[in-house]
């Protein structure tokens, strides 16, 4: 099952006042995240939240605008070989990193050998295409590849084309004291409470920003991060739940944008990746296929994101190039039942679940757990799933609880469950099952303090 995401992003109306405040004054923009960024190191980092401040912190070779067409970053243009094997980059000149390091070919060089050959560097297989990184000139690099690879240069407009001061890379804690050459430097972070960069003066396009200061507060509940926009906490945030729109959308004070992305929120089963155990159901197709048949995609787009997300059935998006028109088939219980029977699978069958719950929508509890479980009792018509988060995140301890067949469930292996699909009648909120009836959040979320 995929769900395709729109990014909702809302904007306070504080902000829109930032360029035209006195010159005396420094302008701030507070910026709310769902999480705390992992390590701001470009070849480490790992986290959705980090590319926020990346896009601040450092510039990349390329870019890419809103219609998905790559454009000139830190290389003004390119060029392919006629096989495909080699691209050159004309640098663009001028440009210097937040410690005072001139950019040029040899520190572009640097940084693509060093998103290679890093030890623990993810952006390595982003790039494994590239075999080596040529200085053909002063402001000039070629990059010999094993293959032909189309998807180089997208690469190259994310993390793994993103310019770090050489010098300040080669220490061991550059992560803590993050040195790149994008419009805004790094200043300060306080672990999961904020990070502040300040604008680079000497930046080669500075013109192009106000702001004198932002700073990105990590505020994981989405109705916890708009309570702080609407309160002038907070000058923009990201990620807002669909429950909330309508709230967004009936307050003067606040604009919002709708844009549709690239993301998807989905489940993937591990059938060929490591260890995967003999009895896992999932290892058969057929138990997969009802899985999928066994969900109304449109049910719960309407109940749980307010009818705000587009239902869909593979990971690229129908703004991507790449989406394939295969149109999403409907709900058909009795057709996973018959594949259920016809590959020998009994219920009640449990089997483990990874995943993330960073943005499960405010309109059902949250789920952030440290375990998992895929569930569904004796009759066959309720099926509960939930999906872990972050390691440290909320987990719920369930006294006194009894699952759908009157057994008592043993406290700390649920969380609170963030979809409760019934088999029959459909996704819902309010439910005759006790177990979902049963799973709601006991954990008050404190507001953000104040800057």
Partial sequence: ?????????????????????????????????????????????????????????CDRLVDVDENLKVVPGLAKDWAWSDDGKTLTLNLREGVTFHDGEKFDAAAAKYNLDRALTLKGSLRKSEISSVES???????????????????????LTDRAGAMMAPEAAKKPDFAAHP???????????????????????????????HFDKIIYLPIPDASVRLANLRAGDLDL??????????????DSKLAL???TGLGYQGITFNINNGKVPANDPFRDARVREAFSQAIDRDALNQVVFEGLYTPANQ?????????????????????????????????????????????????????????????????????IINLPGQPKAIAETLEGLKDADGKQIVPGIFAAVPYCIDLIGGPYLET????????????????????
């Fill in 315 to 383: 990971a690229f998006s129908t703004v991507s190039p790449y989406h394939v028109n295969l149109p999403v088939p409907p709900r058909d219980v009795d057709k996973a039942k018959a594949l259920l029977k016809a590959a020998g699978v009994t219920t009640p069958s449990a089997a483990g679940a990874t995943g993330t719950a960073s943005s499960m929508p405010a309109a059902i509890p949250a789920a952030r757990s440290s375990g998992s479980r895929v569930v569904v009792n004796k009759q066959g018509n309720s099926l």
């Fill in 179 to 209: 040195v790149c050459s994008g419009p805004y430097k790094f200043d300060s972070r306080v672990s999961q409470d904020r990070i502040v960069l300040t604008r680079f003066d000497n930046y080669w396009n500075k013109d192009a920003y």
């Fill in 257 to 259: 944008a709708k844009v």
């Fill in 133 to 155: 990184v040529e200085v053909t000139g002063p402001m000039q690099i070629a990059l010999h590849l094993k293959t032909p690879d189309a998807a180089l240069l997208m690469q």
């Fill in 432 to 451: 005759r099952d006790e177990v979902c009836k049963a799973f709601r959040p006991k954990t008050a979320i404190r507001p953000h303090k104040k800057i």
């Fill in 1 to 57: 099952m995929t769900m395709r995401n729109s990014l909702l992003t809302v904007l306070g109306s504080v902000m829109l006042l930032g360029a035209a405040l006195p010159a005396h004054s420094e302008s701030v923009l507070r910026i709310g995240l769902g999480a705390d960024p992992d390590m701001l190191d470009p070849h480490l980092a790992r986290t959705y939240y980090g590319r926020f401040v990346f896009a601040s912190l």
């Fill in 237 to 250: 945030t990201e990620g807002i739940a669909a429950s909330d729109v309508k709230t967004v959308e009936a």
